[in-house]
Structures are given as structure tokens and as C-alpha cells.
T-cell receptor, first 111, second 113 residues
Framework: DAKTTQPTSMDCAEGRAANLPCNHSTISGNEYVYWYRQIHSQGPQYIIHGLKNNETNEMASLIITEDRKSSTLILPHATLRDTAVYYC????????????FGSGTQLTVLP | SQTIHQWPATLVQPVGSPLSLECTVEGTSNPNLYWYRQAAGRGLQLLFYSVGIGQISSEVPQNLSASRPQDRQFILSSKKLLLSDSGFYLCALERGGASYEQYFGPGTRLTVT
């Protein structure tokens, strides 16, 4: 699986949009971009995934650049409960998806 | 919707002792199952995954083993624990097919002393 690079930490004011970047310059054509988050002492939670097109669901939006070498996760209106470590992962869609979690970005939403 | 049960929630074991962690799932059939470990302050490391009963793939050579005796049961074991086995052990499931999400259980926090 391709490796990803994320900033170690970010702060965001409550109610503002949180934009979390991720670089995945060695991504292969059949690899998806996944985002998960982990709140302290809990298991990770799936947020969103995409291949080429931008995606949006009830939690977030995912913007993938045209060359697919980077992406941005957008939380449109961050709340205090969004404080967590956010992981950007790239993985192919095989019979079992082997997700490689890096260090992620610690997002702190400030009141 | 699917549910993942893991027990125990916490465990303190001495070095050299055996280990058995159990994961059971409900609400889905023939899921892909995964064991991850998270050392303190680190990201998650995939240990094992299984696409069916008796089918185990190992990602990291170590003193741990996994088994899947039933469709909805995944067991992580060790004959002799090491200090480095301490961590947060998470079981996850993926429904397979067109599903892209992995759902994680509540985890077991293991401390080897």
C-alpha cells in the first residue's frame, strides 16, 4: 500500500471548517483514499472514502486532486466532539482491505 | 447493524503467560475479520486478517497467532507473552463485497508486566 503524509497536529475553532490535508504521491491507480478517526481510547471510526471524484456524506467531504497525489478531508462545522486523531489511508480494493494506519493528524477543536 | 464484542476489556498478564482474546460479531454473515494492535502513542498495526472460517493471513511475524473457528468468532492467542505485546488490541470487521468500511470493536487493553 502507498504511504501517506499528514501533519502531526492541527487546531480548529469550534463552528469553523476543519481542513485536513494528506499527501499520497505514490498512490496506484486501483487504490482508494480512506479517512478514519480515533477518539481517545476508542476504536477507529470510518469517515469517508474515494477513488477519483470528490465525495460527501453526512460527516465530511473528501476532495481529491486531479492527479490523486493528495487529498483534503473537510469537516464543515467542527464541534468539540470532532477532536480526534484523523488517519488518511490508501488501500486497494482486494478481497480483504489491509489498512495501514500511520501516525495521523491530531485535530483539536477549540471552544 | 453489526455489533462487535471483545473481551476482556482490560487485562494484566505477566511475561511468559499465555493469552487468549476473543472477538465475536453479530448482525452480519461471512465478514472479513481483522486484529489490530496499537502500542502506546502509536498508530494501529494490522496483525491478522481472515476472509473465512479457518483462513488466517498474518501481516507481522511475532509470537501471536489467530484462529477463526466459527464464521463470527476470531481469536487472538499467544503461548508466551512478551513485554512488547502490551497494547490496545482491536478487532474489526468488514462486510465484504461492495462495502468499504471497517467497523472496530471496543478493544482490549493488555498490559504485560
Amino acid at each position: 500500500d502507498a504511504k501517506t503524509t499528514q501533519p502531526t497536529s492541527m487546531d480548529c475553532a469550534e463552528g469553523r471548517a476543519a481542513n485536513l490535508p494528506c499527501n499520497h504521491s505514490t498512490i496506484s491507480g486501483n487504490e482508494y483514499v480512506y479517512w478514519y478517526r480515533q477518539i481517545h481510547s476508542q476504536g477507529p471510526q470510518y469517515i469517508i472514502h474515494g477513488l477519483k471524484n470528490n465525495e460527501t456524506n453526512e460527516m465530511a467531504s473528501l476532495i481529491i486532486t486531479e492527479d490523486r497525489k493528495s487529498s483534503t478531508l473537510i469537516l464543515p462545522h467542527a464541534t468539540l466532539r470532532d477532536t480526534a486523531v484523523y488517519y488518511c489511508i490508501v488501500s486497494s480494493s482486494g478481497s480483504a482491505r489491509q489498512l495501514t494506519f500511520g501516525s495521523g493528524t491530531q485535530l483539536t477543536v477549540l471552544p | 447493524s453489526q455489533t462487535i464484542h471483545q473481551w476482556p476489556a482490560t487485562l494484566v498478564q505477566p511475561v511468559g503467560s499465555p493469552l487468549s482474546l476473543e472477538c465475536t460479531v453479530e448482525g452480519t454473515s461471512n465478514p472479513n475479520l481483522y486484529w489490530y494492535r496499537q502500542a502506546a502513542g502509536r498508530g494501529l498495526q494490522l496483525l491478522f486478517y481472515s476472509v473465512g472460517i479457518g483462513q488466517i493471513s498474518s501481516e507481522v511475524p511475532q509470537n501471536l497467532s489467530a484462529s477463526r473457528p466459527q464464521d463470527r468468532q476470531f481469536i487472538l492467542s499467544s503461548k508466551k507473552l512478551l513485554l512488547s505485546d502490551s497494547g490496545f488490541y482491536l478487532c474489526a470487521l468488514e462486510r465484504g463485497g461492495a462495502s468499504y468500511e471497517q467497523y472496530f470493536g471496543p478493544g482490549t487493553r493488555l498490559t504485560v508486566t
